[in-house]
């Protein structure tokens, strides 16, 4: 199986600030790999599929970027909305793994 | 828009089986442009991928949970269902049903998900 990491875990963060997320998987996954946003109580949301193409109406201070086994999500200009916690997803081969997830808090 | 609906018992008691159902609204279930899938949230951690079937009855479980889960989809209904035997207060979690994407053969990202149900094991 495939083992999926994410660091750092947790971040404190700015409004404005840039952000970035790393995703590692433990096997070549070419672009099979998704980044979604989850808000407390709510079901998380697709921002980003096939590494880096973002998903229908998810803005554009989101991006992502990577191939292979190295991954990363960047939030540029920060916005109130934008802290939550955010999970990587292999869909290269299943089990389609989620990564443990880091924490985007106020700073 | 579609939309997804979980449904299914809030409480089932240690050592039986949870029986949970999704109901698809406005699209078709009956598509190969698209997976449907399990996925769980334990109380304050990470997302937990529990498999998918497809239309056509395919499937792939979690090889953590494979002993004790089977996945169905009634295309007359538009729903799938999600059956998970011998629980225990380790399986009390928040229960999400997700779309998943194909194209071209290819899986994408789970972009239609359910509100999620909450389902707690007790004796």
């Known amino acids: 199986d495939f083992q999926v990491t994410q660091s750092p875990s947790s971040l404190s963060a700015s409004v404005g600030d840039r952000v970035t997320i790393s995703c590692r998987t433990s096997?070549?996954?070419?672009?099979?790999l998704n980044w979604y946003q989850e808000k407390p109580g709510k079901a998380p949301k697709l921002l980003i599929y096939?590494?880096?193409t973002l998903q229908t109406g998810v803005p554009p201070r989101f991006s992502g970027s990577g191939s292979g086994t190295d991954f990363t999500l960047t939030i540029s200009n920060l916005q109130p909305e934008d802290f939550a916690t955010y999970y990587c997803?292999?869909?290269?081969?299943?089990?389609?793994?989620f990564g443990p997830g880091t924490k985007v808090e106020v700073k | 828009q579609v939309q997804l609906q979980e449904s299914g018992p809030g409480l089932v008691k240690t050592s039986l089986t949870l029986s949970l159902t999704c109901t698809v609204s406005?699209?078709?279930?009956?598509?190969?442009?698209?997976?449907w899938n399990w996925i769980r949230q334990h109380p304050g951690k990470g997302l937990e991928w529990i498999g998918f079937?497809?239309?056509?009855?395919?499937?792939y479980y979690n090889p953590s949970l494979r002993s004790r889960v089977l996945m169905s989809v009634d295309t007359s209904k538009n729903q799938f269902s999600l059956r998970l035997t011998s629980m225990t207060a380790a399986d009390t979690a928040v229960y999400y049903c997700?779309?998943?994407?194909?194209?071209?053969?290819?899986?994408?990202?789970?972009?239609?998900w359910g509100r999620g149900t909450t389902v707690s094991v007790s004796s």
């Open positions: 079937i497809n239309y056509f009855g395919n499937n």
């Open positions: 406005g699209g078709s279930i009956s598509t190969d442009s698209y997976y």
């Open positions: 096939a590494a880096s």
């Open positions: 997803q292999q869909t290269h081969s299943p089990p389609w793994m």
């Open positions: 096997q070549n996954i070419i672009t099979f």
């Open positions: 997700a779309r998943l994407v194909m194209f071209r053969g290819a899986p994408r990202g789970m972009d239609v």
